[in-house]
């Protein structure tokens, strides 16, 4: 059986740093991405890994912030967050998929994770 849980998120100050984990287990996979949400608006993609079409993806928004990792002998992803912004507030999910082709929309990944809480206050 497939779980992946997030964690570190938590209460940071603009300009300061968090770093968020997903641990996998119950397989594998190719590829791995973070996507965040918040009220009222859908989900969107922040950064992932290893899909084909690309190496790896990452949002407008947190380009030359935000860096997306792996430890694949720990199955372990990371977003290594910096420079935070109150508008990088929203709950951050890990997902993972056996395949990902094209762009890594949130729509092309199976397994989800239940989110982390990332508040930024000004």
């Known amino acids: 059986q497939v779980h992946l849980v997030a964690s570190g998120g938590g209460l940071a100050q603009a300009g300061g740093s968090l770093r968020l984990s997903c641990e996998a287990s119950?397989?594998?996979?190719?590829?791995m991405g973070w996507f965040r949400q918040v009220p009222g608006k859908e989900r969107e993609s922040v950064a992932a890994?290893?899909?084909?079409?690309?190496?790896?993806y990452y949002a407008d928004s947190v380009k030359g912030r935000f860096t997306i990792s792996r430890d694949n002998s720990k199955n372990i992803m990371y977003l290594q967050m910096s420079s935070l912004k109150p508008e990088d507030t929203a709950i951050y999910y890990c997902a993972a998929s056996v395949r990902v082709i094209g762009t890594p929309t949130p729509s092309r990944f199976e397994y989800w994770g239940p989110g982390t809480q990332v508040t930024v206050s000004s």
């Open positions: 119950g397989r594998t996979f190719t590829s």
């Open positions: 890994d290893s899909y084909e079409g690309g190496t790896t």
